[in-house]
Protein backbone atom coordinates (compact mmCIF):
# COMPACT_ATOMS: atom_id res chain seq x y z
CA UNK A 1 0.00 0.00 0.00
CA UNK A 2 1.52 3.61 -1.06
CA UNK A 3 1.90 6.37 0.81
CA UNK A 4 -0.63 7.99 -1.50
CA UNK A 5 -3.27 5.50 -0.39
CA UNK A 6 -2.73 5.10 3.22
CA UNK A 7 -3.61 9.19 3.44
CA UNK A 8 -6.48 8.83 1.03
CA UNK A 9 -8.02 6.36 3.67
CA UNK A 10 -7.31 8.30 6.60
CA UNK A 11 -9.95 10.84 7.16
CA UNK A 12 -9.26 14.78 7.98
CA UNK A 13 -11.59 16.39 10.39
CA UNK A 14 -12.51 18.37 7.11
CA UNK A 15 -13.26 14.93 5.45
CA UNK A 16 -15.82 13.98 8.51
CA UNK A 17 -17.61 17.07 8.66
CA UNK A 18 -18.02 16.34 5.09
CA UNK A 19 -19.53 13.38 5.75
CA UNK A 20 -21.81 14.36 8.71
CA UNK A 21 -23.00 17.17 5.95
CA UNK A 22 -23.62 14.29 3.51
CA UNK A 23 -25.52 12.45 5.70
CA UNK A 24 -27.44 15.45 6.78
CA UNK A 25 -28.35 16.52 3.15
CA UNK A 26 -29.33 13.11 2.48
CA UNK A 27 -31.71 12.73 5.56
CA UNK A 28 -33.29 16.03 4.78
CA UNK A 29 -33.89 15.35 0.96
CA UNK A 30 -35.72 12.07 2.53
CA UNK A 31 -38.00 14.28 4.62
CA UNK A 32 -38.18 16.81 2.19
CA UNK A 33 -39.90 14.39 -0.58
CA UNK A 34 -42.05 13.25 2.20
CA UNK A 35 -43.32 16.55 2.58
CA UNK A 36 -43.63 17.60 -0.99
CA UNK A 37 -45.92 14.06 -1.62
CA UNK A 38 -48.09 15.13 1.65
CA UNK A 39 -48.02 18.64 0.40
CA UNK A 40 -49.25 17.40 -3.23
CA UNK A 41 -51.97 14.79 -1.57
CA UNK A 42 -53.43 18.18 -0.02
CA UNK A 43 -53.36 20.51 -2.76
CA UNK A 44 -55.24 17.34 -4.76
CA UNK A 45 -58.08 16.76 -2.17
CA UNK A 46 -58.49 20.75 -1.98
CA UNK A 47 -58.94 20.52 -5.87
CA UNK A 48 -61.43 17.63 -5.21
CA UNK A 49 -62.95 19.57 -2.70
CA UNK A 50 -63.70 22.47 -4.46
CA UNK A 51 -65.11 20.65 -7.64
CA UNK A 52 -67.19 18.70 -5.25
CA UNK A 53 -68.45 22.18 -3.42
CA UNK A 54 -69.62 22.94 -7.09
CA UNK A 55 -71.36 19.77 -7.85
CA UNK A 56 -72.90 20.35 -4.45
CA UNK A 57 -74.27 23.44 -4.86
CA UNK A 58 -75.92 23.03 -8.77
CA UNK A 59 -77.66 19.90 -6.65
CA UNK A 60 -79.57 22.04 -4.29
CA UNK A 61 -79.92 24.93 -6.71
CA UNK A 62 -81.35 22.19 -8.59
CA UNK A 63 -83.57 21.26 -5.60
CA UNK A 64 -85.27 24.51 -4.92
CA UNK A 65 -86.69 24.69 -8.18
CA UNK A 66 -89.34 21.91 -7.16
CA UNK A 67 -89.60 22.81 -3.22
CA UNK A 68 -92.40 24.20 -2.29
CA UNK A 69 -92.37 28.40 -2.15
CA UNK A 70 -91.17 28.57 1.35
CA UNK A 71 -88.54 26.49 0.88
CA UNK A 72 -87.09 28.06 -2.51
CA UNK A 73 -85.08 30.99 -1.39
CA UNK A 74 -83.19 29.02 1.31
CA UNK A 75 -82.19 25.89 -1.03
CA UNK A 76 -81.32 28.50 -4.00
CA UNK A 77 -79.19 30.59 -1.15
CA UNK A 78 -77.62 27.07 0.04
CA UNK A 79 -76.84 26.53 -3.57
CA UNK A 80 -75.60 29.95 -3.92
CA UNK A 81 -73.18 29.64 -0.81
CA UNK A 82 -71.77 26.58 -2.00
CA UNK A 83 -70.88 28.05 -5.02
CA UNK A 84 -69.03 30.54 -3.27
CA UNK A 85 -67.52 28.14 -1.02
CA UNK A 86 -66.23 26.47 -4.62
CA UNK A 87 -64.54 29.41 -5.90
CA UNK A 88 -62.91 29.77 -2.27
CA UNK A 89 -61.47 26.90 -1.89
CA UNK A 90 -60.11 26.77 -5.83
CA UNK A 91 -58.73 30.17 -4.33
CA UNK A 92 -56.94 28.01 -1.73
CA UNK A 93 -55.42 25.70 -4.26
CA UNK A 94 -53.79 27.71 -6.34
CA UNK A 95 -52.11 29.83 -2.91
CA UNK A 96 -51.37 26.47 -1.40
CA UNK A 97 -49.84 25.00 -4.35
CA UNK A 98 -47.81 28.51 -4.70
CA UNK A 99 -47.01 29.16 -1.48
CA UNK A 100 -46.18 25.81 0.10
CA UNK A 101 -45.96 23.33 -2.71
CA UNK A 102 -43.74 25.32 -4.92
CA UNK A 103 -41.04 26.47 -1.93
CA UNK A 104 -40.81 22.96 -0.93
CA UNK A 105 -40.15 21.68 -4.68
CA UNK A 106 -37.23 24.16 -4.76
CA UNK A 107 -35.80 23.23 -1.52
CA UNK A 108 -35.26 19.79 -3.04
CA UNK A 109 -34.06 21.10 -5.95
CA UNK A 110 -31.68 23.49 -4.01
CA UNK A 111 -30.52 20.20 -1.83
CA UNK A 112 -29.75 18.54 -5.16
CA UNK A 113 -27.28 21.07 -5.99
CA UNK A 114 -25.92 20.76 -2.41
CA UNK A 115 -25.48 17.24 -2.76
CA UNK A 116 -23.64 18.02 -6.35
CA UNK A 117 -21.28 20.23 -4.43
CA UNK A 118 -20.55 17.43 -2.04
CA UNK A 119 -19.95 15.17 -5.65
CA UNK A 120 -17.48 17.83 -7.21
CA UNK A 121 -15.61 18.00 -3.78
CA UNK A 122 -14.93 13.97 -3.29
CA UNK A 123 -14.12 14.39 -7.42
CA UNK A 124 -11.42 17.15 -6.48
CA UNK A 125 -10.16 14.71 -3.31
CA UNK A 126 -9.89 11.63 -5.63
CA UNK A 127 -8.09 13.95 -7.81
CA UNK A 128 -5.50 15.24 -5.19
CA UNK A 129 -4.42 12.11 -3.76
CA UNK A 130 -4.26 10.64 -7.89
CA UNK A 131 -1.42 13.28 -8.21
CA UNK A 132 -0.33 12.53 -5.26
CA UNK A 133 0.17 8.80 -5.70
CA UNK A 134 1.65 9.60 -9.69
CA UNK A 135 4.44 12.40 -8.04
CA UNK A 136 5.22 9.21 -5.44
CA UNK A 137 5.51 6.40 -8.35
CA UNK A 138 7.93 9.08 -10.60
CA UNK A 139 9.86 10.03 -6.92
CA UNK A 140 10.06 6.20 -6.63
CA UNK A 141 11.22 5.37 -10.41
CA UNK A 142 13.86 8.47 -10.24
CA UNK A 143 15.72 6.88 -7.06
CA UNK A 144 15.21 3.44 -8.82
CA UNK A 145 16.90 4.91 -11.70
CA UNK A 146 19.85 7.28 -9.70
CA UNK A 147 20.52 3.23 -8.24
CA UNK A 148 20.70 1.67 -11.34
CA UNK A 149 24.57 0.56 -12.69
CA UNK A 150 25.70 3.54 -14.94
CA UNK A 151 25.06 2.97 -18.35
CA UNK A 152 25.07 5.66 -21.64
CA UNK A 153 22.49 7.78 -21.43
CA UNK A 154 21.49 7.00 -18.05
CA UNK A 155 21.99 11.14 -17.39
CA UNK A 156 19.67 11.78 -19.77
CA UNK A 157 17.23 9.81 -18.34
CA UNK A 158 17.77 11.09 -14.85
CA UNK A 159 17.29 14.08 -15.70
CA UNK A 160 13.78 13.54 -18.13
CA UNK A 161 12.64 11.52 -14.73
CA UNK A 162 13.59 14.67 -12.56
CA UNK A 163 12.04 17.16 -14.46
CA UNK A 164 8.63 14.50 -14.64
CA UNK A 165 9.15 14.84 -10.95
CA UNK A 166 9.15 18.64 -10.85
CA UNK A 167 5.58 18.37 -12.94
CA UNK A 168 4.50 15.86 -10.94
CA UNK A 169 4.67 17.74 -7.68
CA UNK A 170 3.53 21.03 -9.51
CA UNK A 171 0.16 19.37 -10.83
CA UNK A 172 0.24 17.78 -7.13
CA UNK A 173 0.22 21.24 -5.95
CA UNK A 174 -2.40 22.59 -7.87
CA UNK A 175 -4.41 19.53 -7.82
CA UNK A 176 -4.53 20.74 -3.61
CA UNK A 177 -5.48 24.10 -4.03
CA UNK A 178 -8.08 23.43 -6.21
CA UNK A 179 -9.16 20.73 -3.69
CA UNK A 180 -9.00 22.67 -0.96
CA UNK A 181 -10.99 25.73 -2.81
CA UNK A 182 -13.55 23.44 -3.66
CA UNK A 183 -14.26 22.18 -0.43
CA UNK A 184 -14.03 25.74 1.36
CA UNK A 185 -16.45 27.05 -1.01
CA UNK A 186 -18.47 23.97 -0.16
CA UNK A 187 -18.86 24.81 2.86
CA UNK A 188 -19.58 28.39 2.39
CA UNK A 189 -22.58 27.22 0.34
CA UNK A 190 -23.65 24.88 2.54
CA UNK A 191 -23.83 27.29 5.66
CA UNK A 192 -25.21 29.71 3.49
CA UNK A 193 -28.17 27.43 2.76
CA UNK A 194 -28.54 26.31 6.29
CA UNK A 195 -29.27 29.57 6.84
CA UNK A 196 -32.05 30.49 4.06
CA UNK A 197 -33.40 27.50 4.67
CA UNK A 198 -33.90 27.60 8.37
CA UNK A 199 -35.41 31.69 7.59
CA UNK A 200 -37.94 30.87 4.03
CA UNK A 201 -39.09 27.96 6.34
CA UNK A 202 -40.26 29.98 8.90
CA UNK A 203 -42.03 32.26 6.49
CA UNK A 204 -43.26 29.11 4.11
CA UNK A 205 -44.61 27.49 7.30
CA UNK A 206 -46.12 30.94 8.98
CA UNK A 207 -47.32 31.88 5.56
CA UNK A 208 -49.25 28.41 5.26
CA UNK A 209 -50.88 29.09 8.66
CA UNK A 210 -52.26 32.50 8.05
CA UNK A 211 -53.40 30.99 4.96
CA UNK A 212 -55.18 28.46 6.51
CA UNK A 213 -56.77 30.92 9.37
CA UNK A 214 -58.10 33.30 6.28
CA UNK A 215 -59.57 30.10 4.54
CA UNK A 216 -61.26 29.04 7.21
CA UNK A 217 -62.69 32.76 8.03
CA UNK A 218 -63.83 33.18 4.62
CA UNK A 219 -65.60 29.80 4.57
CA UNK A 220 -67.13 29.97 8.32
CA UNK A 221 -68.69 33.19 6.97
CA UNK A 222 -69.87 31.79 3.86
CA UNK A 223 -71.90 29.45 5.98
CA UNK A 224 -72.96 31.89 8.52
CA UNK A 225 -75.02 33.83 5.34
CA UNK A 226 -77.42 30.80 5.42
CA UNK A 227 -78.21 31.10 9.28
CA UNK A 228 -80.80 33.57 8.73
CA UNK A 229 -82.24 32.38 5.44
CA UNK A 230 -82.73 28.73 7.02
CA UNK A 231 -84.14 30.34 10.45
CA UNK A 232 -86.44 32.61 8.60
CA UNK A 233 -87.93 29.47 6.70
CA UNK A 234 -91.81 29.35 8.20
CA UNK A 235 -92.88 25.87 7.22
CA UNK A 236 -96.68 27.03 8.44
CA UNK A 237 -96.98 29.47 5.50
CA UNK A 238 -96.49 26.66 2.84
CA UNK A 239 -93.13 24.84 4.08
CA UNK A 240 -95.52 21.42 3.30
CA UNK A 241 -97.63 20.08 1.48
CA UNK A 242 -100.95 21.53 0.82
CA UNK A 243 -103.67 20.31 3.58
CA UNK A 244 -107.23 20.52 4.14
CA UNK A 245 -107.27 23.33 7.65
CA UNK A 246 -107.95 21.80 10.84
CA UNK A 247 -111.87 22.30 11.59
CA UNK A 248 -111.57 23.96 14.88
CA UNK A 249 -108.17 25.91 14.09
CA UNK A 250 -108.95 27.27 10.58
CA UNK A 251 -111.40 29.70 11.47
CA UNK A 252 -113.85 31.23 14.22
CA UNK A 253 -116.76 28.68 13.55
CA UNK A 254 -120.32 29.74 12.69
CA UNK A 255 -122.54 28.18 15.38
CA UNK A 256 -125.24 26.19 13.33
CA UNK A 257 -128.80 27.61 13.90
CA UNK A 258 -130.87 26.40 17.35
CA UNK A 259 -133.72 24.46 17.14
CA UNK A 260 -137.03 25.53 17.64
CA UNK A 261 -137.69 23.44 20.35
CA UNK A 262 -135.28 25.28 22.57
CA UNK A 263 -136.22 28.37 21.61
CA UNK A 264 -136.73 29.11 25.50
CA UNK A 265 -133.46 28.99 26.81
CA UNK A 266 -132.43 32.31 27.83
CA UNK A 267 -129.14 34.07 27.76
CA UNK A 268 -128.42 33.43 31.40
CA UNK A 269 -128.75 29.76 31.22
CA UNK A 270 -125.95 29.70 27.84
CA UNK A 271 -123.25 31.39 29.57
CA UNK A 272 -124.07 29.01 32.78
CA UNK A 273 -123.26 26.32 30.20
Known sequence: ????????????????????????????????????????????????????????????????????????????????????????????VEKEQLWFEEPIVDYI??????????????????????????????????????????????AEKVTAAEGALTAAEEAEQ???????????RALEEMDRFKQTKADDMRKVVLDYVQLQIQYNKRMEQQWATLVPEIEAIDVDQGGAAPQPPPAAAAAEPTPPPVPAADAGVGDDDEVGV
Open 174 to 184: LAKEHFEEVSA
Open 1 to 92: MTLSTKLEQVKSDQDITFDEIATYVQNLESQMQNVAKHTAAIVKRGRELAQGLFEFGLAFTLLGQHETEALVSALTQMGHTADQLSLIAAEQ
Open 109 to 154: QMLGAVKEALAKRQESRKAYFGRVSDKEHKATALEKLKASPDKPGK
